[in-house]
């Protein structure tokens, strides 16, 4: 008995060490995405889907770019992340962020260098960009008369009762530095005072804040409830193409703003492979073009942005003026303070 | 074998450990968060050179303390109108609806048992311009244009809890009246006095404690609100707890939001306290 | 002003059957397809299967531990009871935001992953309050000389906690784990802030419900589980006035 009790002892621990071993090789094949709503749409990333049917990917959401570092910064387990164009630094100074291996990307001629360009900090490419658009003010042009040629139409007491402002401190304070020619990046204490004055007052102007394009800022465009807002391109597009309302999407000679979403790889990630090949795969063209058509978001891939040719896409990507970026503003870096500052600011007109 | 001693311990250290656990200790770390004066990754380990900077913050933002004030005052409205209409439904219920009270004790359930965010909706989609009752109004021919915008104000806020608190305040005053001695207002009765002063003198009296409990039941929750703020008060309708909720879900600052709810812990504390000193809690709980 | 009470709830439900997206008048006609639709949402079961699981774990926790506090308290005399009444009680008088918030912080810095299991947690310390009131109103009301003669009979605490004490208040406690169930399945201003990736119902909801299209889906879904919670509150009901 004993010998054989021995062989019994032996092949059970056979099995548990091939059950650790086991386990600890099966990486899980899964993904988490730090991901604003919307993105988690499949569409959005059908050609990973489709080349990786056995990945599982999971979305966590967050609601700003504030909440976004917010919930790194808290430990998020999330292998990518999405944030858009002023966040950069700050992940590349926690130590968050893995830097992209472009060598590996397959779609990254695709890019533009200008975009390459918004996605490098201190030199190096930490990120990759993905989803472009603009800021500027849709209005409806039964509603308001004439042409919107300023941003201060968001602030006009005339549309008293049906202005809509994004809920975001920092889009506030961007939206002040242009109507007065202020440099964003050079706020002092005194301007941000004159812009909480002006944003408070502006605040019985609006029927709401908004927080989400499709969620509360659309439904109550198409309704007519909402004549001037502050938006991306999205709604406007999806206007144009219901017809629900006239609308037009400003030109101000401020210059519109024009912002783009970028991925990071997160520096505690134990799929970075994996998440390389997960933003690669966003870039393909199956997976940007329906960015562009059903969501109405521009997307990094030139050969994708270059092949539209509905004539409502051209008009809200503003295709057919070949100088538009030449005339709208990146949203440059913020530092720490100033985020601080700015929603804390917000935050009082907010209350007031 | 677990002796007295023993079983007393087994019955009291689980309880105490948990709420130890899970509601000291997460109010303790609130507190010691809010004297932190940087945001930046939250640990046990690194960080702790603390300060009163966002209490500063806070004392420098009149428009936030005025928030918190304005808040609780419509928390008071809220919770004297809700208990105050929850009242007559209650009565009935407990004197008048006799043997057809299950019923309606089902009846009452209904509303309460229906998902509080769908009750909130259901007034955004009842008031807003293409909502149920504007489209109503037009179909039937009585108006043309829908009437402006009853949503996205402060009075939208309060009608809206008002209404979902209603058949949560009816409950336990139902059970307080239910608890009154049939024989005082018989013996009432005897003595002479009408309906009328048998309701304010003896029902009103006698329920008066689970009054207060229902009062206070709706008040403390109501001062914390956020969800309903966003569902339906627009600009306007902004209340102290989405501040709060700004600084941990849009701002990610979270030592001020930290402050700013440590200050709405104590203000509620305070006004628990107050109101124990005005009412006699004993006499509630019996 | 009953009207205003049943309004609502009662367009909710003839919306949930209205054959259109959008909750306008004139009705569309009779349709189950919302119903349908809902069957095959795996999101929108998987919440309300969250719920479930969360509301049961926390009504469980609640209702053992309230029945602790409500037996300490009661049956002994000893320091800190009424430290320990006071505790149980306090949850009431936080607001959700304020112990949202704290959990949150907590959980954050001790690096446990949000998930089911600390809504549930949170979950378990708001309804404590409920299933303390529930027991001990119960208990005050229950003969003590019941306990004390198993006792002197020769029986242990657990044997008697088992034979005499927990089959007097059994339908109670049921009243209790009912009440706590019902308190979390609905929460949601907690929930928010320790939900993970999973969401539980409402928090599901919340995040839904300005997507006009989704709502005749989402209606429907809580038109069938208001009908769970009216059963579950009526068995809570008959079983609290047996007593």
């Known amino acids: 008995m004993p010998a054989q009790f021995r062989t019994a002892r032996r092949c059970l621990a056979l099995l548990a060490a091939s059950a650790i071993v086991l386990a600890a090789c099966a990486a899980p094949n899964k993904l988490l995405v730090l991901e604003w709503s919307g993105y988690e749409k499949p569409d959005f990333w059908t050609d990973f889907k489709t080349a990786s049917p056995d990945t599982a990917v999971s979305f966590e959401f967050g609601i700003s770019d504030a909440d976004i570092l917010a919930k790194m910064e808290g430990g998020s387990q999330a292998d990518i992340f999405h944030f858009y164009t002023g966040w950069q630094q700050f992940y590349v100074d926690e130590g968050m962020v893995k830097e992209i291996d472009t060598s590996k990307l397959t779609n990254w001629d695709k890019v533009p260098d200008s975009f390459k360009k918004l996605g490098q900090v201190n030199g190096k490419q930490y990120y990759l960009p993905w989803d472009w658009g603009f800021t500027s003010i849709l209005y409806n042009t039964d509603k308001v008369q004439g042409e919107i040629t300023s941003w201060d139409a968001l602030l006009d007491p005339k549309y008293a009762g049906h202005i809509s402002m994004w809920d975001d401190g920092p889009a506030a304070v961007t939206v002040s530095a242009y109507i007065h020619g202020w440099d964003e990046t050079k706020i002092t204490d005194d301007q941000l005072a004159q812009i909480e004055a002006e944003w408070k007052a502006q605040k019985p102007l609006n029927l709401h804040y908004w927080t989400g394009e499709y969620d509360d800022l659309c439904p109550e465009v198409e309704s007519g409830d909402i004549w001037v807002a502050y938006d991306w391109q999205g709604c406007y597009a999806t206007v144009l193409y219901d017809g629900s309302q006239p609308v037009a999407y400003a030109n101000p000679k401020e210059g519109r703003n024009s912002w783009v979403g970028l991925y990071g790889i997160s520096s505690k990630t134990a799929n970075y492979d994996l998440a390389l090949k997960f933003l690669d795969d966003k870039l393909a063209t199956l997976s940007c073009s329906n960015a562009v058509t059903q969501f109405y978001y521009g997307c990094a891939n030139q050969d994708v942005m270059a092949a539209v040719d509905d004539p409502v896409l051209i008009k809200a990507f503003s295709l057919d003026d070949p100088s538009i970026l030449e005339h709208t503003n990146f949203t440059p870096p913020v530092t720490a303070a100033q985020r601080d500052a700015w929603t804390e600011m917000w935050s009082r007109v907010k209350s007031e | 074998m677990l002796g007295r001693r023993g079983s007393l311990r087994f019955l009291a250290a689980p309880p105490f450990v948990w709420l130890t656990l899970l509601f000291i200790l997460p109010l303790l770390m609130a507190i010691a968060i809010s004297f932190r004066p940087h945001v930046g990754p939250i640990s046990f380990v690194t960080g702790w050179d603390l300060s009163l900077l966002q209490y500063k913050k806070v004392v420098d933002s009149p428009s936030w303390l005025r928030l918190l004030g304005i808040s609780i005052g419509m928390a008071f409205v809220i919770a004297a109108v809700a208990t105050v209409l929850a009242f007559p439904i209650a009565y009935f219920l407990a004197f008048r609806a006799r043997a057809r009270a299950p019923i309606f004790l089902v009846l009452l359930l209904v509303p309460s048992a229906t998902s509080f965010l769908l009750r909130v909706m259901a007034w955004k989609l009842l008031l807003g311009s293409n909502g149920a009752i504007n489209s109503f109004l037009i179909w039937i021919g009585l108006i043309r244009e829908p009437i402006g915008l009853l949503l996205y104000s402060q009075a939208a806020v309060i009608i809206t809890l008002i209404y979902v608190w209603i058949p949560f305040a009816a409950l336990p005053i139902y059970a307080a009246l239910q608890r009154i001695d049939r024989s005082h207002l018989e013996a009432a009765a005897d003595l002479g006095s009408g309906p009328w002063t048998r309701f304010y003198r003896v029902t009103v009296p006698l329920s008066f404690p689970g009054l207060v409990a229902t009062f206070v039941m709706v008040f403390i929750p109501t001062i914390g609100e956020y969800v309903t703020p966003v569902l339906v008060g627009g600009t306007k309708g902004i209340m102290y707890g989405n501040l709060i909720q700004d600084f941990f879900t849009r701002a990610g600052n979270w030592p001020l939001g930290s402050a700013l709810a440590v200050v709405m812990l104590g203000v509620t504390l305070l006004l628990v306290v107050v109101a124990l000193r005005i009412v006699d809690l004993r006499r509630v709980v019996a | ?243």
């Open chain 3, 1 to 243: 002003m009953l009207v205003l009470l049943y309004l609502p709830i009662v367009l909710l439900a003839v919306f949930s059957l209205n054959n259109g997206t959008t909750l306008t008048f004139p009705l569309k006609g009779f349709t189950l397809t919302w119903y349908q639709a809902m069957v095959g949402d795996q999101a929108l079961l998987g919440a309300a299967r969250n719920s479930l699981v969360v509301a049961t774990a926390a009504a469980t926790a609640a209702t053992a531990l309230g029945f602790a506090v409500s037996q300490a308290v009661l049956r002994f005399r000893f320091t800190g009871r009424r430290l320990l009444l006071g505790l149980a009680g306090a949850p009431l008088v936080v607001p959700f935001v304020v112990l949202g918030v704290a959990l949150f912080l907590l959980f954050t810095a001790l690096g446990i992953p949000r998930s089911l299991l600390t809504i549930a947690a949170g979950h378990s310390v708001v309804a404590l309050p409920y299933a303390t009131l529930i027991l001990l109103a119960r208990m005050v009301g229950l003969d003590p000389a019941l306990e004390e003669a198993a006792m002197d009979l020769g029986a242990t605490y657990p044997v008697t906690l088992r034979r005499v004490i927990i089959p007097l208040l059994g339908p109670s406690l049921l009243s209790a784990w009912l009440t706590c169930f019902i308190v979390s399945f609905d929460e949601v201003a907690l929930a928010n802030f320790l939900a993970g990736g999973d969401p539980t119902f409402p928090v599901f909801l919340y995040g839904q419900l300005r997507f006009a299209q989704r709502l005749p889906v989402l209606i429907a879904m809580a038109v069938v589980l208001m009908i769970g919670t009216i059963i579950l509150t009526l068995i809570a009901n008959r079983l609290r006035s047996r007593d």
